[in-house]
Each structure stands twice: as structure tokens, then as C-alpha cells.
């Protein structure tokens, strides 16, 4: 069983940035590919970056690209996103999620564990 924690998110004006952070706790935590995605009212849930297991991987939804950085750190216990440059449109319930021995891939279906998610609010 493995646990996984948001924080960071918040209220900040466009063009401002955040940083969120999931913790992983939990039975093989080092071995998982890292996920996030969110999901804005009335809308369906929508890939924004992922993380390989090992690191060496990462992808971005292009909505991201060039404003979102994925990260975590060496010891594996918390994966990151930086995001910069925020837009209204960004505004979302984030979600990370966790994939056992993953690539760091797009599909929700594919990840295990999932956290309880962090409100990120952009206003104009």
C-alpha cells in the first residue's frame, strides 16, 4: 500500500507561480513513475506531467510545456511541480498520482494510487 499527500496549492494572479509537492509513503515507494493531473469544474481529469521511476524520463502535456517542470527528490519521497507563468485557465483540483515501475506515462488508468488533490487558483 502506498500514500500519497498534496500540498502547495493555493490562490496566486496571473503570471505568478506555485510549487506543489506529493509526498510517497508506503512498500516499494522508490519504485514508482510520478503523475500529475487535474481537473477544472466540469471538466474531465487531464494529464499536465509525469516522472519515470527512475528519473530519467518526463513528460508534459502541452498546455505545460515551457511553464511546468517535474522534479522529485534523490531520495525518492517527493515528487514536485513547479509551475511558472500561471493563466486562469490552469485553475484546478491537482492531483499526483503514483505508478508502480512506470515510464511516466499519460493515462490515468495506469496509476495505481492517487492523492487527495490541492486546489490551484489563478485569477486575472
Known amino acids: 500500500q502506498v500514500q500519497l499527500v498534496e500540498s502547495g496549492g493555493g490562490l496566486v494572479q496571473a503570471g505568478g507561480s506555485l510549487r506543489l509537492s506529493c509526498a510517497i509513503s508506503?512498500?516499494?515507494?522508490?519504485?514508482?513513475?510520478m503523475g500529475w493531473f487535474r481537473q477544472a469544474p466540469g471538466k474531465e481529469r487531464e494529464f499536465v506531467a509525469a516522472?519515470?521511476?527512475?528519473?530519467?524520463?518526463?513528460d508534459y502535456a502541452d498546455s505545460a510545456k515551457g511553464r511546468f517542470a517535474i522534479s522529485r527528490d534523490n531520495g525518492k519521497t517527493t515528487a514536485y511541480l513547479q509551475m511558472n507563468s500561471l493563466k486562469p485557465e490552469d485553475t484546478a483540483v491537482y492531483y499526483c498520482?503514483?505508478?508502480?515501475?512506470?515510464?511516466?506515462?499519460?493515462?490515468?488508468?495506469?496509476?495505481?494510487?492517487w492523492g487527495q488533490g490541492t486546489q490551484v487558483t489563478v485569477s486575472a
Open positions: 498520482a503514483a505508478d508502480f515501475l512506470g515510464s511516466g506515462r499519460r493515462y490515468d488508468s495506469v496509476y495505481e494510487y
Open positions: 508506503g512498500r516499494d515507494y522508490r519504485n514508482y513513475a
Open positions: 516522472i519515470s521511476w527512475s528519473g530519467g524520463s518526463k
